[in-house]
């Protein structure tokens, strides 16, 4: 009988949120309870998935086929992003894949770039781990306190669902690394999200829907939305939305001319998020 990857139902999980610490009492014990399980290999996924991957809702068929859709359509996009640029996968030499989890892009990845030039990272040091010695790819150490952060500049920079959780505090210091992370044309990818997700709030939970009045309030006020989970002991980790305008803003006031806008995709990330693809001018 397999294991299934979440254990508890969703009302029971729901319940545990609304007490921090009994919450991140049960989420240690899970994870800990994951990392001694270990990782399992399932039919129809490259390599082996760790049972702390919670981008695998179900090892069931139906949860196996959307794993992989979604990793297959982070390649696609990547691909699409570098011919933006007059590029192919031949052409890159380095990739950084910031925000690795336990590993469903970088699975693929490595199918497309030769896994020494892959860097990883991700501030659950166990998932990284688990990449570099899977996927054989080379891991870096991430922090919260994204001035700790260093990587050498790549031609290929990803973020997925990265900057959706972060506060505008977070995202300044991120967006801040940008330039550096890059080497003279490579080329950057991130996902946001923006009205689309703004407007149909269903799809995270009643708690968004009752905030989605607030929530785009404050995108036509300011044009950047950040609400806290509360269930985490990271005040600036919870959800984020951003507009086209702040988004495009934020980067010209820190990195001038020096990033060029290739092309922004609204909604194309899984139906709810957009893609932003820069290059670092030569």
């Known amino acids: 009988m397999?294991?299934?990857?979440?254990?508890?139902p969703e009302t029971i999980l729901n319940a545990l949120?609304?007490?921090?610490?009994?919450?991140?009492?049960?989420?240690s014990a899970r994870m800990s309870f994951g990392a001694l399980v270990g990782a399992r290999q399932l039919?129809?996924?490259p390599g082996r998935v760790h049972f702390n991957d919670f981008m695998l809702d179900s090892a069931e068929p139906s949860?196996?086929?959307?794993?992989?859709?979604?990793?297959?359509?982070?390649?696609?996009?990547?691909?699409?992003?570098?011919?933006?640029?007059?590029?192919t996968w031949k052409d890159v030499r380095s990739v950084l894949e910031f925000g690795c989890g336990y590993g469903r892009i970088t699975r693929l990845l490595i199918q497309k770039v030769e896994s020494a030039r892959?860097?990883?990272c991700d501030v659950i040091g166990?998932?990284?781990?688990?990449?570099?010695?899977e996927f054989r790819v080379r891991a870096v150490r991430s922090s919260t306190n994204l001035s700790d952060f260093h990587a050498e500049p790549s031609d290929l920079v990803f973020f997925i669902s990265v900057q959706t959780h972060l506060s505008e505090r977070r995202l300044l210091a991120l967006q801040e690394k940008l330039w550096d992370l890059l080497k003279p044309g490579g080329v950057l990818l991130f996902t946001t999200m923006g009205w689309t997700s703004a407007t149909h709030t269903e799809r995270y939970g009643a708690r968004w829907m009752a905030k989605s009045s607030q929530i785009a309030a404050e995108l036509r006020d300011r044009g950047f939305s950040?609400?806290?989970?509360?269930?985490?002991?990271?005040?600036?980790y919870g959800m984020a939305w951003q507009t086209f305008e702040h988004t495009v803003a934020m980067i010209r006031r820190l990195h001038g001319d020096s990033l060029r806008l290739l092309q922004f995709s609204e909604a194309a990330g899984d139906g709810h998020q957009d893609i932003y693809v820069y290059q670092r001018v030569p």
């Open 126 to 133: 166990e998932g990284a781990r688990f990449c570099a010695k």
């Open 63 to 87: 949860g196996i086929a959307t794993y992989m859709r979604c990793s297959q359509e982070v390649i696609g996009q990547l691909e699409d992003a570098l011919a933006l640029a007059g590029k």
């Open 2 to 8: 397999a294991i299934t990857t979440k254990v508890l």
């Open 226 to 236: 950040f609400h806290p989970y509360g269930y985490y002991n990271d005040p600036d």
């Open 118 to 120: 892959v860097t990883v």
């Open 17 to 27: 949120k609304a007490n921090r610490h009994i919450y991140q009492a049960a989420r």
């Open 43 to 45: 039919p129809g996924i």
